[in-house]
């Protein structure tokens, strides 16, 4: 599984601002637009790629340490479980 980066691109004379998203199999630029462009980004690499959440699983995300993106990560079969163990304990 590869991660998933996402970079804010600032405006410039000629284009509006956008949000890169990169990883080691391709990337892809989108226009900065919605509530959450970073993962709007992710999710549009993502249907490039055929990497549907039926067949690659969920993500979770995280900062960047420069602060001007995201890291999206694949979950893993224990993750999962975990995850779904808390949220049964929690009524959830």
Request: charge should be positive; proline fraction near 4%.
């Amino acid at each position: 599984m590869q991660a998933i980066i996402t970079k804010y691109l600032a405006p410039t004379n000629t284009r509006g601002a956008r949000i890169k998203a990169s990883c080691q199999a391709g990337s892809i630029t989108v226009p900065y637009d919605g509530e959450n462009p970073h993962e709007a980004a992710c999710n549009a690499l993502r249907a490039k790629l055929g990497w549907g959440e039926a067949t690659h699983g969920k993500m979770i995300s995280g900062g960047t340490p420069d602060g001007r993106g995201d890291c999206f990560v694949f979950l893993g079969a224990v993750a999962l479980a975990r995850l779904a163990r808390l949220a049964a304990m929690k009524g959830g």
